[in-house]
């Protein structure tokens, strides 16, 4: 009886002795591959592991390219902005150059063709100097100096330097600029602390040059469209006549039909 039960346990240990090593050898791949997921995971964390990184840093990190591309056109744009700036201005000064000015000399007395000449010629030089001006002048930069002497508010995170008060930076120029207002692409430049009055100045007389050419050449537009006015008149009493005139042949055609067939 003793050496029944005994056969039986020694068969019983044999048979989970068996189960435990093969489940060992069967599960032992799936631990494998586990344990390199993690030892991957925590390599990754350690790699890209920042203390200032947040959802801000993430969703810039995510638009860069985006970022990246709206930069260089509109760096590649500020050529063609220029451009089309000093032909437009170019093309005004030949309209009140062929248009205006001989209007003037012709309807107006000597004085007023004396201020006109002289004030028309004083806006122009305005406009050119300060357009100049604003696209050859630095905007200004932060001094390259050693950290400790620069008073400093933050550190740029793109420039990983010191930033001065109201200095931003400008991710087309790829500067700081000291007091930025904006990157003008019809300058091709920033508007910053050295060219900012240059750049107001632009605007200011270029808005005073509209008003005085508009100004002064308010008969020779308003004698343009009445006279544009006339000519549709005209053309409309032409149509007329024309329709009334082949009315009035069809209604002689069919009465003389009506005469013959009586």
């Given at each position: 009886?003793?050496?029944r ?11 989970l002795?068996c ?76 309209i ?14 000597l ?9 028309g ?79 107001f100045?632009?605007?200011?007389f ?27 008149l ?29």
């Open positions: 009886m003793r050496t039960r005994w056969i039986f346990s020694a068969i019983m240990r044999l048979l002795r189960l435990r090593i093969g489940q060992r050898h069967r599960f032992w791949p799936t631990q494998k591959v586990r344990q390199l997921w993690l030892y991957g995971r925590l390599c990754l964390r350690s790699l890209l592991y920042n203390s200032f990184t947040d959802s801000d840093t993430a969703l810039d990190a995510l638009f860069e390219p985006v970022y990246w591309l709206v930069d260089h056109i509109t760096r590649w744009f500020g050529v063609v902005f220029v451009a089309l700036v000093i032909i437009l201005t170019s093309s005004v000064v030949c009140v150059y062929v248009c205006l000015l001989p209007l003037i000399l012709r309807t107006y007395p004085p007023w063709v004396f201020w006109h000449f002289i004030y010629h004083w806006n122009l030089v305005m406009i050119v100097f300060h357009y100049y001006m604003a696209i050859t002048t630095q905007p200004g930069y932060p001094p390259q100096q050693s950290k400790s002497d620069i008073a400093a508010v933050s550190i740029c995170k793109k420039c990983i330097a010191p930033k001065p008060a109201r200095t931003h930076h400008c991710s087309i120029c790829n500067r700081c600029v000291l007091k930025m207002d904006h990157h003008c692409p019809w300058l091709n430049n920033c508007v910053g602390h050295f060219n900012h009055r240059y750049f100045s632009f605007c200011l270029m808005t005073m040059g509209c008003i005085y050419s508009s100004v002064s050449g308010w008969d020779m537009f308003w004698e343009a469209y009445a006279a544009i006015e006339k000519m549709k005209l053309a409309k009493e032409r149509l007329q006549v024309t329709a009334n005139q082949v009315g009035d042949l069809l209604l002689i055609c069919s009465s003389q039909r009506q005469d013959r067939a009586w």
